[in-house]
């Protein structure tokens, strides 16, 4: 054990004197998470919309206010005409028409049945879908507000539950993401780089004619990066709590745990790297395209795995931010538990053994 805290101080010598490697412990995390949490913003906003009133009570007014004045839509710079009320869809001036008929108001008052029409724009699919959904509930929290108890308005009934989410921030969804991808970047980059800095400058040698065993060199190195990468991940947590609002509901301990499995599977990788390569520039590039394209690619970051060709769901099963992707937003966002994760903590803590064995031979062979 001596031995091995010996060499990990050698590592953090190496750290606190290596500029490079304090920018991509401390400066990457947040600002990879500063910039992913605004930049990748699937949230559709301020959609134009037009109101055609006929009603003209002050129930319908209402309506238009709730409407126009949310968040989702703004209301655009022309009226509709009521001899081509789609001509506003046609010039790109709205993407969605609200038509209130006349009745609107008496309906409310005698709870009968009213249909309010909505004419979308459907040449923009995704922008069209948002424009049924934010007027479903825009609508949905309007009745609430101004029916009274007990009543509806005959047969349509608005029923809208959104959870973990409820206000539909993508912000929610990616930087839990963000946290998984850059545990596992931060990991692999900088154990592939210290043993590759070894061999680049001829002190792995040295390290050989120690009276040490190859394992405590392994672990010599690895301690010290096990320590930032936590710290890593307090920190992206921390800053997604405070500027993005992130929920966390969930045990933090366990998400400790799996972030240690995860984080030995991540160093496990890299370790892997710096034994295939004699660089540290080789190294770096090595650890970043096996890292993070596949974590952004098949981990169901960005797209839903189901929805792959079926050779890229198989191939998604060894990447290791798959599980913790799962992990991290259960925990997080719905409070899950162990007997919830079961199946992505086995499949995490089995792949990480299968790395972890692998590091450990490919090393051992290396410096043998």
């Avoid at 309506?63 to 869809?89: C, H, M, V, W």
């Avoid at 921030?169 to 070894?198: C, D, H, N, W, Y």
């Avoid at 792959?308 to 991290?328: D, E, G």
């Avoid at 919830?340 to 089995?350: C, E």
């Amino acid at each position: 054990m001596r031995k091995i805290r010996f060499i990990a101080q050698k590592e953090v010598y190496h750290i606190l004197r290596d500029p490079r490697s304090l920018v991509i412990v401390f400066a990457m995390p947040i600002l990879m998470t500063f910039l992913f949490g605004y930049a990748i913003n699937m949230d559709i906003e301020n959609i134009t919309i037009a109101v055609a009133d006929y009603d003209k009570t002050a129930a319908s007014r209402q309506l238009t206010g709730d409407f126009i004045n949310s968040t989702y839509f703004t209301p655009s710079a022309g009226k509709p005409a009521f001899q081509d009320p789609e001509r506003l869809l046609k010039t790109g001036g709205a993407a969605g028409i609200l038509t209130i008929r006349p009745g609107f108001a008496e309906a409310l008052a005698n709870g009968t049945e009213f249909e309010l029409g909505m004419t979308v724009d459907g040449a923009d699919a995704q922008l069209a879908l948002a424009v049924q959904a934010y007027s479903n509930v825009l609508l949905s929290r309007f009745l609430l507000n101004q029916l009274p108890p007990g009543t509806n308005i005959g047969g349509v009934r608005i029923s809208t539950l959104v959870k973990y989410n409820p206000d539909l921030k993508s912000s929610q969804f990616f930087v839990p993401g963000l946290v998984a991808i850059l545990l596992l970047m931060i990991s692999a980059l900088l154990t592939s780089i210290t043993i590759a800095r070894e061999k680049e400058t001829g002190t792995m040698e040295q390290l050989l004619t120690a009276p040490v065993k190859p394992r405590e060199i392994l672990l010599g190195k690895i301690i010290p990066y096990v320590v930032i990468a936590f710290l890593d991940g307090i920190l992206v947590l921390i800053f997604a709590k405070v500027i993005f609002g992130m929920p966390f509901v969930g045990s933090k301990m366990l998400l400790l745990l799996f972030g240690l499995i995860y984080v030995t599977a991540a160093l496990s990788i890299g370790i892997l790297i710096s034994s295939l390569v004699s660089t540290q520039q080789v190294a770096m590039m090595a650890a970043l395209v096996t890292t993070v394209l596949p974590s952004v690619m098949l981990s169901g970051f960005m797209f839903a795995i189901k929805n792959m060709p079926t050779a890229l769901q198989v191939l998604s099963h060894i990447v290791p931010a798959r599980y913790f992707l799962v992990i991290i937003r259960g925990i997080m966002l719905k409070g899950s538990g162990l007997q919830i994760l079961a199946t992505q903590a086995a499949a995490l803590v089995m792949l990480t053994l299968v790395l972890l064995t692998l590091a450990s031979r490919k090393f051992k062979t290396t410096v043998g």
